[in-house]
């Protein structure tokens, strides 16, 4: 099973900032991933797959990048709408596909 | 509109079963892979099952408990889930994957809920 590992956990941003979120494969899944944006109370939201590729409608403040077992999602100046839980999610071994453990962007 | 809806979520006591149901609108379940992911509260996500084109595949905490299916007359899938534990107390989630070799998810329902508790 191919273990995603995000970090940080939580990461504290004042709005118009830049952030930048980890996540790292236990073994190389290529470039099979994908990040979701999640909300309270609302189901997951594509954001990114491919590693870097922008899902339909996604705004071009987020980017991705990274391939093998290093990847990184990047918003380039967050806004009020972007605080909210982000999951990379890997595809290229399964069963099982593997989320990773999330990471909260909350304001500073 | 292409989406998913979920059904099923209940209260129900450990031992027992339940089933949920995933009807699909604006494309077709027979052409398609559907996943059912799950998240605990207050935890992470879960990937449970996926229905493909090369079988059912299950996550290693419910195999041989739950079954994925569907019924392509109703554009339907269905989690058929047996001998329940309190901890498979979560959101339930199906979500469709794209068709290989990209498989993320890219549609998502709005969950239902599980709770397993005596």
């Known amino acids: 099973e191919v273990v995603m590992t995000q970090s940080p956990a939580t990461l504290s941003v004042s709005p118009g900032e830049r952030a930048t979120l980890s996540c790292r494969a236990s073994?190389?899944?290529?470039?099979?991933l994908a990040w979701y944006q999640q909300k309270p109370g609302q189901a997951p939201r594509l954001l990114i797959y491919?590693?870097?590729t922008r899902a339909t409608g996604i705004p071009a403040r987020f980017s991705g990048s990274g391939s093998g077992t290093e990847f990184t999602l990047t918003i380039s100046s967050l806004q009020s709408e972007d605080f909210a839980v982000y999951y990379c999610?890997?595809?290229?071994?399964?069963?099982?596909?593997?989320f990773g453990g999330g990471t909260k962007v909350e304001i500073k | 509109e292409v989406q998913l809806v979920e059904s099923g979520g209940a209260l129900i006591q450990p031992g027992g079963s339940l089933r949920l149901s995933c009807a699909a609108s604006?494309?077709?379940?027979?052409?398609?892979?559907i996943s059912w992911v799950r998240q605990a509260p207050g935890r992470g996500l879960e990937w449970v099952s996926i229905?493909?084109?090369?079988?059912?595949y299950y996550a290693d905490s419910v195999k041989g408990r739950f079954t994925i299916s569907k019924d392509n007359s109703k554009n339907t899938v269905y989690l058929q889930m047996n001998s329940l534990r309190a901890e498979d107390t979560a959101v339930y989630y199906c979500?469709?994957?794209?068709?290989?070799?990209?498989?993320?998810?890219?549609?998502w329902g709005q969950g239902t809920l599980v709770t397993v508790s005596s």
């Open positions: 979500a469709r994957n794209v068709l290989p070799p990209m498989f993320q998810f890219d549609i």
């Open positions: 604006g494309f077709t379940v027979s052409n398609n892979y």
């Open positions: 229905l493909s084109g090369g079988g059912t």
């Open positions: 073994q190389s899944v290529s470039s099979s």
């Open positions: 491919g590693a870097s």
């Open positions: 999610q890997q595809y290229n071994n399964w069963p099982p596909l593997t």
